[in-house]
Nanobody, 125 residues
Framework: QEQLVESGGGLVQAGGSLRVSCVAS????????MGWSRQAPGKEREFVAF????????VYADSVRGRFTISRDNAKNTVTLQMNSLKPEDTAVYYC??????????????????WGQGTQVTVSS
């Protein structure tokens, strides 16, 4: 299991933007798909976005499509989630995870190999 470390969370007003990043340890980052999920207090983990190994296949949750952008830089072992037009309902801990279960299972949070520790994103109204 590689270490995944998220950063970039914080407090932002509704309509604002944040960028959260995830840096992976190890030598095989470029061989795996990655994704982002989020979890708000009292709610189950929710799929946010997925990106395959070379960045050519991307999947978004309906709730974030058009507002969030996932990207990756395999040379830096980094996957990034740019979040624009933030809403209070986006408030959650955001996690990045490794995925090796195939694109058809990208939206299933339980199919991810493991998740990082998360970074808190709070959107005020």
């Amino acid at each position: 299991q590689e270490q995944l470390v998220e950063s970039g969370g914080g407090l932002v007003q509704a309509g604002g933007s944040l960028r959260v990043s995830c840096v992976a340890s190890g030598r095989t980052f470029g061989s795996y798909a990655m994704g982002w999920s989020r979890q708000a207090p009292g709610k189950e983990r929710e799929f946010v976005a997925f990106i395959n190994w070379n960045g050519k296949t991307i999947v978004y949750a309906d709730s974030v499509r058009g507002r969030f952008t996932i990207s990756r830089d395999n040379a830096k072992n980094t996957v990034t989630l740019q979040m624009n037009s933030l809403k209070p309902e986006d408030t959650a801990v955001y996690y990045c995870g490794r995925h090796s279960a195939g694109i058809t299972r990208a939206r299933d949070c339980s199919s991810y190999d493991y998740w990082g520790q998360g970074t808190q994103v709070t959107v005020s109204s």
